[in-house]
């Protein structure tokens, strides 16, 4: 299994966070963000499962603070597991009220950070689901999540497309299943959304994705692009 986070930091490189969470394979960086509104639109784009927050930023034009996680309660019920990592413990008091779950100082020391991610995994099990049910009318089929490609918008229907080269049709938006899929399937267009784990190569120049060992393509849009970039530190984080 493995746990995708994002990392609010006015250092863009997050350099510290990022080389500690080296030593943990099964966790993958989702994102980066800088500023308080790359970090809202971030976190509900890319939907991490964790994210690591700065509260006390050496510029206060980016607004990096607690009050991210205010902003949030607005547009989510389900918040993902946040820790502060930061230089000072002042702030520890008001990231118990926010909600924060964990509490980190810089430079992050490498065994508190796998007590950390340890707590994590204990308190917020991954659901192990691996099935999907397409309904069309009175009709459900059971559907491996592993045996999707990947869906494409079709109006208000969806068709989803399977390893064996079946297509299934539901009659349900992308966006539905935009936001009830699990954490490696991503959308990269307005009218796809891949399962990661078929991508075996990505032309930025083309803006393509190619699928199941390349026998097929779909393309990607420069919206979805923090999309693109997560899936390219999924799968291979060592050329990021």
């Not at 999907?132 to 068709?159: E, H, M, P, R, W």
């Not at 497309?161 to 992308?174: E, F, I, S």
């Not at 075996?200 to 060992?213: A, E, H, Q």
Request: aromatic residues 12%; contains cysteine.
């Amino acid at each position: 299994m493995q746990y995708s986070y994002l990392i609010i930091d006015e250092d863009i490189g997050a350099k510290d966070t990022l080389a500690r969470l080296e030593d943990f394979p099964e966790y993958f960086c989702a994102g980066v963000a800088s500023s308080k509104d790359e970090a809202v639109n971030k976190i509900l784009d890319l939907q991490p499962m964790l994210v690591f927050i700065e509260v006390s930023p050496k510029s206060k034009k980016n607004g990096l603070s607690l009050s991210i996680i205010t902003e949030l309660h607005q547009y989510i019920d389900n918040l993902p597991y946040f820790i502060v990592t930061t230089t000072t413990t002042k702030y520890a008091f008001d990231a118990i009220k926010a909600g924060v779950s964990d509490y980190l100082l810089k430079p992050l020391n490498r065994f508190e950070l796998r007590k950390t991610l340890l707590r994590f995994e204990k308190t917020s099990p991954v659901a192990s689901r691996d099935t999907i049910c397409i309904k069309s009318y009175g009709d459900y089929q059971f559907i491996s999540l592993n045996d999707i490609v990947y869906l494409k918008a079709d109006n208000n229907t969806t068709d989803f497309h399977l390893q064996n080269g079946k297509k299934l049709t539901a009659y349900k938006t992308l966006k539905h299943y935009e936001a009830n899929l699990p954490f490696f399937f991503f959308r990269i267009h307005n009218s796809y959304i891949v399962n990661s784990n078929y991508i075996t190569r990505i032309n930025t120049g083309k803006s393509l994705c190619y699928l199941n060992n390349s026998d097929l393509s779909v393309s990607f849009s420069k919206t979805f692009k923090d999309n693109i970039d997560a899936i390219i530190r999924k799968i291979a984080p060592e050329n990021i």
